[in-house]
């Protein structure tokens, strides 16, 4: 009679951890910056950003399709993030994927403060090769996703890209933002998906400035936001 196999033993969930004892910061000094952690039983994940930064990053969130769209974000924005995430991977990408938009979101509301002085309004057009996407937004503190965006795969590497459109509602949800996302035309996913990024990115660079005509206003009749 033949030895039985041996059984594997199940495979453990990754070690979870708080968030780091020590803030988060991002480069240099001044601007309009802001902390936040959050931990949940799913994820922990830590940001700070500077909202008159450069465009430095330093992004870790186990997915790596994920770090590059953040970088994106960060870069096309100049808007420095820096940003370490520990999530739920061994289920699937979603938890942290959403989280890390809610995180990035408290931090771009804590950051503007009561939103006075900027220019509030903000968009922008983006090609990339066959791909054209629209975004606009208004940081009015009502916050709104408009998301005209189709895949024709459902993944992308090991990310499903129905996570993206999960990642902007939590971003739009806790940034404050009436968010639309308009994919015009595009056949490779990977092009449609950055495009929507960068477009974010640049319709945030907008949209945050200060204004130099009206830096102690907030941008409404209503006189907040």
């Excluded at 938890?95 to 900027?118: Q, W, Y």
């Excluded at 968010?179 to 990977?190: A, E, F, K, M, R």
Aim: glycine residues 8%.
């Amino acid at each position: 009679m033949a030895p039985k196999a041996a059984k594997k033993a199940p495979a453990k969930a990754p070690a979870k951890t708080t968030p780091p004892s020590q803030p988060l910061t991002t480069p240099g000094t001044g601007g309009r910056r802001a902390y936040v952690a959050r931990a949940t039983k799913e994820t922990s994940i830590a940001a700070a950003i500077n909202l008159d930064g450069t465009g430095k990053y330093d992004i870790k969130t186990g997915i790596g399709f994920l770090d590059h769209m953040l970088e994106q974000l960060s870069r096309h924005s100049l808007i420095d993030i820096t940003l370490r995430a520990e999530g739920d991977l061994h289920i699937d990408y979603h938890h942290t994927t959403e989280d890390a938009g809610i995180v990035l979101g408290e931090c771009l509301s804590k950051a503007l403060g009561d939103r006075a002085g900027i220019r509030r309004y903000g968009s922008a057009h983006i090609p990339m090769d066959e791909t054209l996407t629209e975004v606009a937004l208004d940081a009015s503190n009502r916050p709104y996703l408009i998301w005209k965006v189709n895949f024709s795969k459902p993944k992308l590497g090991t990310m499903d890209t129905e996570l993206f459109k999960e990642w902007f509602q939590a971003f739009a949800q806790l940034g404050g933002l009436t968010l639309h996302v308009w994919n015009h035309y595009g056949d490779n996913n990977h092009h449609i998906v950055e495009s929507c990024f960068k477009g974010l990115a640049r319709a945030l660079r907008v949209a945050v400035e200060l204004d130099p005509r009206q830096l102690t206003a907030v941008p409404s009749t209503k006189g907040v936001l």
